[in-house]
């Protein structure tokens, strides 16, 4: 019942009036990124959703596009602008995905969205990660988010699947603000962003 309707519901009405309440902040975001990123304050990509339906995620872009000599992106960390670095920190690259919730792509709350090209490496235990809606946070993120391995992070994924309540919803919605307070699991160790996920 709850999983079926009233989240739904509840995510669609908070999304709508979060868009709108943080749409002054939205708006120097963008004019800001716009600045630093050659013109390009989004980032778009294809994502796995429920059952595996591919959508196209919106996010700040919070790293630019420079290449090397030969024509390759240069490392994360050498991306990341000031402005970037600062969105990511505070965790303010995540407010365009209220457009997705709208849409019905995404939850507020549930496994976040991975790459498509990891797809082909999930063992059966942890393609289950994709029975709900993907979430702007979830279990894991509140758990550690980047900080953690791949194992932990899919093994808290199947958890919020087989737990998904009213009461938990809630709790990682407290626990994410208090997270974003803190800055905390932002970043993999020694790392700018979390390593690829190789299937091991």
Request: proline fraction near 5%; glycine fraction near 6%; aromatic fraction near 14%.
């Amino acid at each position: 019942m709850y999983n079926r309707f009233i989240k739904p519901t509840f995510d669609f009405i908070a999304a709508f009036l979060g868009l709108l309440f943080l749409f002054p902040l939205f708006l120097i975001i963008t004019i800001l990124l716009f600045f630093a990123n050659d013109g390009k304050p989004f980032f778009f990509q294809n994502r796995p959703g429920k059952n595996g339906k591919i959508f196209k995620i919106v996010k700040f872009k919070t790293m630019n596009d420079k290449k090397d000599n030969l024509g390759k992106l240069l490392p994360d960390a050498d991306r990341l602008t000031k402005v970037g670095s600062f969105v990511r920190k505070t965790s303010l690259d995540e407010i365009p995905q209220l457009l997705n919730v709208v849409k019905g792509d995404m939850s507020l709350i549930g496994p976040r969205p991975l790459l498509t090209n990891y797809l082909h490496l999930y063992s059966q235990t942890q393609n289950r990660r994709h029975e709900v809606k993907p979430g702007i946070t979830g279990w894991a993120q509140v758990n550690g988010r980047n900080a953690i391995s791949w194992d932990k992070k899919f093994e808290y994924d199947v958890w919020y699947v087989d737990n998904i309540s009213f009461t938990l919803d809630v709790k990682i919605l407290f626990k994410t603000v208090l997270k974003v307070l803190k800055s905390d699991g932002i970043n993999a160790v020694d790392t700018a962003t979390i390593e690829p996920f190789d299937g091991n």
